[in-house]
């Protein structure tokens, strides 16, 4: 089985920390102070592309993802693709790392399209739940839903127009560049292979 050899699992750990300590700088001194508007403009870069190295994603259920056993699923995203596990967890780590109540919360969408709560086991989709000022929200970006949650019952939301778009000079920034081209090195030998590299990095 194909593992990321140690240098390239420090080396993916460092940027995807300096990535969401840098994001997190940038969206403090956009002065949102409204979690909805930060997570719509949140979502905004990553719809446009703005997490990944060549500037695309695409959303896509179906793929040969890479399945390295010692890397987070979430950096998919920098690669430029992703499904809701990639995307949404990405949006947990963001909203965590920016202090906020977030959770990942697991699904099962029935054959009715009725979602239920799951164990990680029997799900078939993820989605994050944000707590913040005594309300709840259950957030999609994968599938671009916003909701309060009250009670039993999901309002839906719309998401604000993202204001501060400056920010988005700033991506892709080189963390996010050299997480996508490590990813394609392990994509290139996937195509090829190999499923095993021996590692000199201990």
């Known amino acids: 089985m194909l593992y990321l050899t140690t240098s390239d699992k420090s080396l993916l ?3 995807y920390r300096t990535f969401l300590l840098s994001l997190k700088t940038n969206l403090s001194n ?17 719809r446009t592309g703005k997490f990944s190295w060549q500037e ?3 959303y896509q259920p179906n793929f040969n993802y890479l399945a390295l056993p010692n890397m987070p699923e979430q950096l998919q995203v920098m690669y430029g693709i992703g499904c809701c596990r990639h995307i949404n967890q990405l949006i947990n780590d963001i909203l965590l790392t920016l202090g906020f109540n977030s959770v990942i919360q697991y699904i099962i969408v029935d054959n009715t399209d009725t979602w239920h709560r799951a164990t990680p086991k029997d ?5 994050v739940i944000l707590k913040d000022n005594n309300k709840e929200y259950l957030l999609d970006a ?8 009250i009670g039993t019952d999901l309002i839906p939301l719309n998401l604000p127009t993202p204001k501060e778009l400056s920010i988005t000079t700033k991506y892709p920034d080189d963390n996010i560049k050299e997480i996508g081209q490590v990813l394609k090195k392990y994509y290139n030998l996937q195509e090829y292979g190999i499923d095993y590299v021996y590692d000199y990095g201990y």
């Open 13 to 15: 750990e460092k940027d």
């Open 123 to 127: 799900a078939n989709h993820l989605v």
């Open 56 to 58: 695309t994603i695409s």
């Open 142 to 149: 994968y599938n671009n839903f916003a909701f309060q949650i």
């Open 30 to 46: 956009s002065n949102i102070q409204n979690v909805l508007e930060l997570y719509a403009l949140i979502n905004y870069l990553l």
